[in-house]
């Protein structure tokens, strides 16, 4: 099975904060990555390399072998966080679902039209809506008119920027399950950026812990979920509310996100981690293979 | 509320002026050019509304056809520095780099030279002459244009809503077209709509300095300049056409202000940068 994405080691600095820090990964053709961390961890600025909105200064991005460092594909398209600032406020429902298929000239005028009220079934907005400006929408309503408009084009791999953090949470549930839909649907493969752990788990088959630029641990979503290595991977499921009181351990974990400017010698969690000793501090983790396909950058995994 | 008021005043304002002068011909109830021995300088009568001049043509007509001249040399050199103002802007922020450079480089030389003074030297050189002012106006007048349009472009260019459309494929001119200038427009339309007083007050200077339109054509300014030796026995000759100025100058800033703030623009946004989003 050839991997439908491959990261290899790729660099995004923004001036001297390295946003992203030697990332890779790997996606096969029917999953679907969830990338979580707290802000500035470097998962939005991973995910626009990736749409080839930004290019890494170092590093490789292949998608179906082929070498995109930078580049726009039709197949690789983004949906934002915000979806007020993702639609053109000039530009009514239709012309901005139409947009993809005009740039594209894939039919006429009519079969486009046609497209674009089939696109909006698709995704549950009324085609009554189809002369409106963004703004007279309900933010649940423009996140699926920018998702239609992403969608008429055919993509393969989709990521989605925190596509429901702005909504409320039965708006949000709705979005999920049209997403879950979809992806059966369309044959979709998502990166799903989120720092909702309950969210990832029900749409992603993998799950990605960034920090500082960095991931930290990747593998399948139910053996990291069920058996977390990382400590920063354990703090994220720990802040994560588990109801019942019983079950709840709770780790100690202090201090604050690592800064970007001048990052933590050795492995960068070492300030916060409970159980960081000398070579933590001076000596970078490498990845260690914990299972089949869960990998850990973390010196106490092997020892642990 | 407010905005909805001073926009409503400003647009009836000029609506009115500009009837006027359209209508000029039709309203005027002399000759603005027949001059009469024994008619000068008489006071507003029911003949004479505004009163005499110092060669009896009446002023009232003379200020109606003035509105031809004053209007349309600030409307047309309004509309030429948008439309370079527009053009230049978008380029250099288009295309950055050495472009960039250059472009607003210019902008700033031109900014800086006193308007005045190359007009001054221009119809030195060239006869006074109507679309002489018209250019004078314009060519100076495009840079504050420029800087406005370039930096609400960059501004834009660095939205979610362009970076969505380039995901979508699309190339530069949709780019520009569809997206930017669209959103640019509002900022640069209020500040196209500030350029036209000024370029009315310009030209009324000019006037009065014997740079402008020449005589027989009545303009506002060039009335000032005849008025200025009876201001102390004849104050009907000076006040009204400078009253014209002073309204049209009025309405053009009403209406401005009135659409700033009706697209909710901010009030740095129209010095051409606006804080956060």
């Known amino acids: ?304 | 509320m407010r905005s909805n008021i001073s926009l409503f005043t400003g647009l009836i304002l000029i609506a009115f002026l500009v009837t006027l002068a359209i209508l000029a011909p039709v309203i005027a109830t002399h000759d603005p050019a027949t001059t009469s021995a024994e008619k000068w300088l008489q006071p507003p009568s029911s003949e004479h509304f505004f009163g005499t001049d110092r060669l009896g043509r009446d002023i009232f007509s003379r200020v109606l056809y003035g509105a031809r001249v004053s209007l349309s040399v600030g409307m047309l050199s309004t509309f030429v520095s948008l439309g370079i103002g527009t053009l230049l802007g978008l380029l250099a922020s288009y295309y950055g780099g050495l472009v960039d450079v250059i472009i607003m480089r210019f902008a700033d030389v031109v900014l800086v030279f006193p308007s005045m003074l190359l007009a001054i030297t221009l119809v030195s050189i060239f006869e006074p002459a109507l679309w002489l002012v018209i250019l004078v106006i314009a060519g100076t007048g495009w840079p504050s244009i420029a800087r406005l349009v370039r930096s609400e472009v960059l501004r834009l260019r660095q939205s979610d809503f362009v970076a969505s459309a380039r995901l979508l494929g699309a190339k530069n001119r949709r780019v520009v077209w569809r997206h930017l200038l669209p959103n640019a427009i509002g900022p640069v339309l209020v500040a196209a709509t500030l350029c036209v007083p000024a370029a009315v007050m310009t030209e009324a200077s000019l006037s009065y300095l014997g740079l402008g339109v020449q005589p027989p054509t009545p303009t506002w300014g060039n009335m000032l300049r005849d008025a200025q030796l009876y201001l102390r026995f004849a104050w009907w000759y000076a006040f009204f056409p400078g009253f014209f100025v002073f309204i049209t100058v009025f309405a053009f800033h009403l209406t401005g202000e009135g659409l700033r703030q009706a697209l909710g623009l901010s009030q740095t946004a129209r010095r051409g940068w606006r804080a956060g989003s």
Request: net charge positive.
């Open chain 1, 1 to 304: 099975m050839g991997n439908l994405l491959e990261v290899k080691n790729i660099v995004y600095t923004y001036g001297r904060i390295a946003a992203v820090d030697g990332v890779s990964l790997a996606l096969g053709d029917s999953d679907s990555l969830g990338l979580v961390g707290e802000s500035g961890s470097g998962k939005s600025t991973l995910g626009r390399c990736i749409a080839g909105l930004l290019t890494p200064q170092r590093g490789r991005i292949l998608y179906q072998g082929k070498l995109i460092n930078g580049r726009l594909h039709k197949e690789i398209q983004l949906v934002f966080q915000d979806s007020f600032a993702a639609l053109n406020p000039r530009m009514k429902v239709e012309a901005l679902v139409e947009e993809g298929l005009i740039i594209h000239k894939t039919a006429d005028k009519e079969k486009r039209r046609r497209q674009v009220r089939e696109m909006l079934q698709t995704v549950g907005v009324d085609p009554a809506l189809l002369s409106r400006f963004p703004h007279q929408l309900s933010g649940g309503q423009r996140q699926r008119v920018a998702l239609a408009r992403t969608l008429i084009l055919n993509p393969r791999l989709i990521i989605l920027d925190e596509p429901v953090s702005s909504l409320d949470v039965t708006t949000g549930m709705r979005l999920l399950s049209l997403l879950q839909d979809l992806k059966v649907k369309h044959n979709l493969v998502y990166i799903f950026i989120s720092h909702d752990l309950a969210v990832v788990r029900q749409i992603c088959s993998r799950v990605a812990v960034m920090y500082a630029g960095k991931i930290v641990e990747i593998g399948d979503v139910e053996a990291v979920f069920a058996r977390p290595v990382h400590f920063y991977t354990k703090l994220l499921l720990d802040a994560h509310p588990i109801p019942d009181p019983e079950q709840r351990k709770k780790i100690n974990i202090r201090g604050e996100a690592a800064d970007l400017l001048s990052p933590p010698s050795g492995c960068r969690f070492h300030p916060r981690c409970p159980a960081a000793d000398q070579r933590c501090r001076r000596i970078p983790p490498p990845f260690v293979e914990v299972t089949d396909n869960h990998r850990v950058a973390c010196h106490k995994a092997i020892s642990s």
